[in-house]
């Protein structure tokens, strides 16, 4: 079976986590990663700048926005693109974007 990969970016809020967990109860799983853009990220001097503290552990927040990363089935990529659709109201109700790739070579027991 061909994998597919689809990148989804959602800026962070209240609603990012429900979204994932609506996601993961979809079936399907991703690596998240909290990221920031980089405009946001070259604001602050090398000083002042934390890429993660104790705020976001505490409060379960993540930085500005999170990557998340999907390995899927050919077969399963339009269903798991509905849910993110449906989720994000078409990014109406949350902003982010996704896209999707081929990936040519995949091995791996996860």
Not at 2 to 23: C, D, G, N, P, Q
């Given at each position: 079976m061909k994998k597919k990969e689809l990148y989804f970016v959602l800026e962070s809020s209240e609603r990012a986590f429900s979204t994932l967990e609506e996601i993961k109860q979809a079936g399907?799983?991703?690596?998240?990663?909290s990221t920031e853009s980089l405009r946001h990220a070259v604001e602050y001097t090398p000083e002042d700048h934390h890429f993660l503290n104790l705020r976001h552990i505490e409060q379960n927040q993540l930085l500005q926005s999170i990557l998340c990363l999907f390995v899927v089935d050919e077969n399963r990529l339009e269903e798991?693109?509905?849910v993110i659709r449906r989720c994000t109201n078409n990014f109406k109700g949350l902003k982010g974007f996704m896209y999707s790739r081929d990936i040519l070579d995949y091995e791996g027991s996860i």
């Amino acid at each position: 079976m061909k994998k597919k990969e689809l990148y989804f970016v959602l800026e962070s809020s209240e609603r990012a986590f429900s979204t994932l967990e609506e996601i993961k109860q979809a079936g399907f799983n991703a690596t998240v990663v909290s990221t920031e853009s980089l405009r946001h990220a070259v604001e602050y001097t090398p000083e002042d700048h934390h890429f993660l503290n104790l705020r976001h552990i505490e409060q379960n927040q993540l930085l500005q926005s999170i990557l998340c990363l999907f390995v899927v089935d050919e077969n399963r990529l339009e269903e798991l693109k509905e849910v993110i659709r449906r989720c994000t109201n078409n990014f109406k109700g949350l902003k982010g974007f996704m896209y999707s790739r081929d990936i040519l070579d995949y091995e791996g027991s996860i």
